[in-house]
């Protein structure tokens, strides 16, 4: 059993105005963030990619396994085969396999089966879920709560390209096993979603939404004043 090392910790602690101010900031940039369909195929430094995926990979996770693979595809024709399988796929669930309900949730968006941005985007991110992991000598490594570590990853992901001043698109063709076999990808791995990744088409537009008031989504429990 390997044993506890500890270090001291790298904390940055910040005056209550400035956390203030800080947190009021961040919102602000986060706020702004929207979730892009129309992409420009205009290019993006690889480094860049490069630098989100390691802010990415420093997300908390079960038991510091890291289940989560992540495959970056500029590559034309992957891209146009990654389109092809994901619009056939898409094309059932519109005509077929969603629910009227779902269908009706999914209106004010305006999605159809038609997917071009997994064509002209320059990045198409497929991540991966490791169920497992596999030792140096084919043994299976025990992961643990894979889906809530991918999860948070792609989160912080997502966050570090909006930072760094890309738009991104979480895209789930529905199923997505398709994504093992064009990518070279292991059985132990299953594709969680496919990240689209660059700038904005010019005057790219994106639907009215609205988001929740904090009472809404958010209980705080505090103590209670004797009666
Ligand atoms: N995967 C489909 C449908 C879809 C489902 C949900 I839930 C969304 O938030 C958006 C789309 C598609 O990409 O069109």
Redesign the pocket.
């Known amino acids: 059993m390997k044993k506890a090392q500890f270090i001291p910790l790298d904390f940055q602690e910040y005056p209550v105005a400035e956390m203030r101010r800080r947190a009021a900031d961040f919102y602000a940039d986060m706020k702004r963030r929207r979730t892009v369909r129309d992409f420009s195929d205009r290019p993006v430094p690889r480094d860049i990619i490069e630098t989100c995926l390691l802010a990415a990979g420093t997300a908390p996770n079960g038991a510091n396994m890291q289940p989560w693979h992540f495959v970056v595809v500029s590559d034309p024709a992957v891209k146009r085969q990654i389109r092809e399988a994901a619009e056939a796929e898409?094309r059932e669930?519109y005509a077929r396999r969603a629910s009227d309900e779902w269908l009706a949730a999914?209106a004010p968006?305006g999605?159809d089966a038609s997917k071009p941005f997994l064509e002209t985007a320059p990045y198409l991110i497929a991540i991966f879920a490791q169920s497992y992991g596999i030792g140096p000598a084919g043994a299976k490594i025990k992961h643990y709560y894979v889906q809530e570590s991918v999860g948070i990853a792609t989160g912080m992901l997502i966050t570090a390209l909006h930072q760094a001043g890309l738009a991104s698109l979480t895209?789930?063709?529905?199923p997505m096993n398709f994504l093992n076999e064009l990518l070279g990808r292991p059985h132990n791995e299953r594709p969680f979603l496919i990240l689209v990744v660059g700038y904005p088409q010019i005057n790219a537009e994106v639907p009215v939404i609205t988001k929740k008031a904090l009472d809404k989504f958010a209980t705080f429990i505090e103590t209670s004043v004797a009666s």
């Open positions: 898409e669930f999914l968006l999605t895209h789930t063709p529905s």
